[in-house]
């Protein structure tokens, strides 16, 4: 026990030097450098790091050098999301295994084409031989997200060709992966539910003739049972949230890893990670966080002015992370609007008609959209031009869909890896120079000194 002690001892000792050395740099610093903090321009506009076929993003014009706002759009390749989600719906067809076949091959697939994707999709999605119970239900994760990416690195172990960069092999892979994600969170969130909350472990075959989303919900529910209504609106979920321009996290992670020459299974698996993060995927749970402390602190959801109250409160860090954060709102591009959140909001809404206490909860969630821009310019003092973002919604949507929160996140990388694998195949074969930006030096030069001098 004494030894315990000591070791404990010498450890916070460790831990307190690191703190003392680890501390935020001073934000006139970055300025009196040049240095873009965050690769971000002094008006907040991204740094030009790279050119893309894949999407585009809009939120905003550059006129005699100033930004201008405007509209959002999400471009695939040069086609609207908004034309493409309609499109589907106007069919009633499923449409994510589109989107992916556009993100992968850069054209619309004629109906032949996307049965034979659809096709390949169903059959790929089972996975290899003892993989389920070997690499997930063996070391169960709390958290879902660090549990596909064990199962994609693991994959690499599965693969005969793992690390050739050839377009054949990593659209070979990108496939596969875009197949099995699905799965591996599925019993990823199936193993998490047995081994740590103490459920019943339901383990369900992946099913070669529904849609991702259709499966999804198929393999996440204990009796497998969901609407065709449900299914649509996930599929719409996903294509929403399938691709988002090179410059974001994850994408942008994806061709940093992926400028090195290494093997689709890291590339993808170090996205994943990013996506974790609460500033980028993870948001929509910080969101749904936030919203249950709302509705725990605000009694009169219908009056506004309480509303706002509590949303200053959480402005000034007096409330909820005291992070002075009102999350879902505001974007690294999108400025006057983000289609994403316009597409999700209508169906949300359509969905929270049918039963009152989702429609109440649903108009509550409008009234802090409406109310934080001039709550913001009350604590903060600035005329900074905000919309709501995809992940205000998104995870109100998981929540009537009664997906658990554990899943939000895994949900927007199964729909992202379509994105992160044509960003790695544009990288690898389109740009072939590894990413490698400069850091500026702020240490004076030491003398070295002998160790029985130091103090």
Not at 32 to 47: C, H, I, P, Q, S
Not at 85 to 113: H, I, M, W
Not at 161 to 188: C, H, K
Not at 213 to 242: G, V
Request: net charge neutral; charged share 25%; hydrophobic share 35%.
């Amino acid at each position: 026990m004494v030894h315990e002690n000591e070791i404990n001892e010498k450890k916070k000792q460790f831990y307190k030097a690191a703190e003392d050395l680890y501390k935020p740099f001073p934000k006139e610093l970055f300025k009196a450098y040049g240095v873009k903090r965050g690769l971000r321009n002094e008006d907040e506009t991204g740094v030009m790091a790279g050119l893309t076929s894949v999407g585009q993003v809009i939120g905003y014009y550059i006129e005699d050098g100033e930004k201008i706002p405007a509209e959002g759009h999400l471009k695939y390749r040069g086609y609207d999301i908004m034309d493409i989600v309609s499109n589907c719906e106007k069919e009633d067809r499923f449409g994510f295994e589109e989107v992916a076949y556009l993100l992968l091959f850069g054209k619309l697939p004629s109906r032949t084409q996307l049965n034979h994707f659809n096709e390949l999709i169903g059959e790929l999605r089972v996975l290899p031989p003892g993989f389920s119970e070997d690499m997930i239900l063996k070391a169960p994760s709390k958290n879902i997200m660090n549990k596909m990416a064990r199962s994609v690195l693991a994959a690499y172990s599965y693969d005969s060709n793992p690390d050739e960069i050839s377009v054949a092999n990593i659209l070979r892979q990108s496939i596969e992966l875009i197949a099995r994600l699905p799965v591996m969170a599925a019993v990823g969130y199936q193993a998490k539910r047995h081994y740590h909350d103490g459920d019943s472990l339901y383990l369900h075959v992946p099913q070669k003739q529904l849609s991702t989303a259709e499966n999804l919900l198929y393999m996440l529910r204990p009796d497998n049972k969901y609407t065709h209504q449900e299914a649509a609106l996930l599929d719409t979920m996903l294509m929403i949230q399938a691709e988002h321009g090179g410059g974001n996290n994850s994408a942008f992670t994806t061709r940093v890893v992926s400028s090195s020459g290494t093997d689709t299974y890291s590339a993808i698996a170090a996205a994943i990670g990013s996506l974790k993060g609460p500033k980028h995927g993870g948001a929509n749970a910080k969101v749904m966080a936030m919203m249950e402390d709302i509705k725990e602190n605000v009694k009169n959801w219908e009056d506004e002015d309480e509303v706002a109250a509590y949303i200053e409160k959480i402005l000034r860090k007096e409330a909820f992370d005291h992070a002075g954060l009102i999350y879902g709102m505001g974007h690294a591009v999108y400025t006057y609007s983000d289609p994403r959140c316009i597409l999700l909001k209508e169906r949300a809404e359509k969905l929270a008609e049918n039963d009152p206490e989702w429609k109440k909860e649903f108009d509550l969630y409008t009234k802090v959209e409406k109310l934080t821009p001039e709550c913001f310019l009350r604590v903060k003092h600035s005329h900074k031009v905000m919309c709501a973002n995809v992940d205000m919604y998104s995870g109100f949507v998981y929540k009537m869909l009664g997906i658990a929160p554990e899943m939000y996140t895994p949900l927007f990388a199964i729909a992202r890896i379509t994105g992160w694998c044509a960003h790695r195949l544009e990288e690898t074969i389109g740009c072939s120079r590894i990413i490698r930006p400069a850091y500026k030096s702020i240490v004076d030069k030491k003398d070295y000194i002998p160790i029985d001098k130091r103090k």
